[in-house]
């Protein structure tokens, strides 16, 4: 246990629902991370969140939003999907923005039907 | 922009011999981090070691150590004495030294199997 706890573990659905993954992190660290792990191709960062600002990858569609209510939750709503946003989504947490060591929650499998 | 290259998929050790993983990278920057992740079965990216590009010394934490060559972009993976428990996905990943939102370059991966 690092300390950063993904729910749901696991998540099915179909291209027409809309749906949220949650991270939260226990850490009392203040950047919170994305990432996507796809089966062919490397893990990519998708959004940074620090009270400094947001950064994110700008080949991400507009499908994916992300939330970040407070330093210790971060959300990534789902709408719309397709079946290659198929994936493993990784969530990840730092003290401070530009910090090195990050620490990993377990991902969300997601699979798109 | 910065890339990866992890050039073995898969690999195999015994219990307790000595395994090494590569990576290469290619990168304009002169100051930057390279690590090694672990990920098992749990899914959890798991940091195995971390090298700052400016210390000429290899990093080393307890069995596991690395042969960074800056001048060959290189940084290779040595796992002493592998144990059941290190079978997992092993990936090498990049960040520029003070970059804004940490970001990471991973490389593929490699998915080594330690077989009693």
């Known amino acids: 246990e690092t300390g950063v706890t993904q729910t749901p573990r696991h998540l099915v659905m179909g291209m027409t629902n809309k749906k949220s993954l949650k991270c939260e992190q226990h850490?009392?660290?203040?950047?919170m991370y994305w990432y996507k792990q796809s089966a062919k191709k490397p893990l990519e960062l998708m959004f940074v969140?620090?009270?400094?600002?947001?950064?994110e990858n700008n080949s991400v569609p507009s499908r994916f939003s992300p939330e970040c209510p407070n330093s210790s939750h971060l959300f990534l709503h789902l709408h719309t999907l397709q079946p290659e946003d198929s994936a493993l989504y990784l969530c990840?947490?730092?003290?401070?923005?530009?910090?090195?060591?990050?620490?990993f929650g377990s991902g969300t499998q997601l699979s798109v039907l | 922009a910065q890339t990866v290259t992890q050039s073995q998929p898969e690999m195999s050790v015994q219990e307790a011999e000595t395994v090494t993983l590569s990576c290469t990278y290619d990168?304009?920057?002169?100051?930057?981090?390279l690590f090694w992740y672990k990920q098992p079965p749990s899914r959890q990216m798991i940091l195995v070691i971390r090298?700052?590009?400016?210390?000429?010394q290899n990093a080393t934490e307890n069995r596991f150590s690395v042969n960074f060559q800056k001048a060959a972009k290189s940084f290779s993976l040595k796992i002493s004495d592998s144990q059941l428990g290190d079978t997992a996905m092993y990936f090498c990943?990049?960040?520029?030294?003070?970059?804004?939102?940490?970001?990471?370059?991973f490389g593929g991966g490699t998915r080594l199997m330690v077989k009693p």
């Open positions: 990840a947490s730092s003290h401070g923005f530009t910090n090195e060591k990050l620490f």
């Open positions: 850490l009392g660290h203040n950047a």
């Open positions: 969140y620090s009270l400094e600002e947001r950064v």
């Open positions: 990168t304009s920057e002169n100051n930057y981090y």
């Open positions: 090298q700052e590009a400016y210390k000429q």
């Open positions: 990943a990049f960040m520029k030294h003070g970059g804004a939102g940490n970001m990471l370059t």
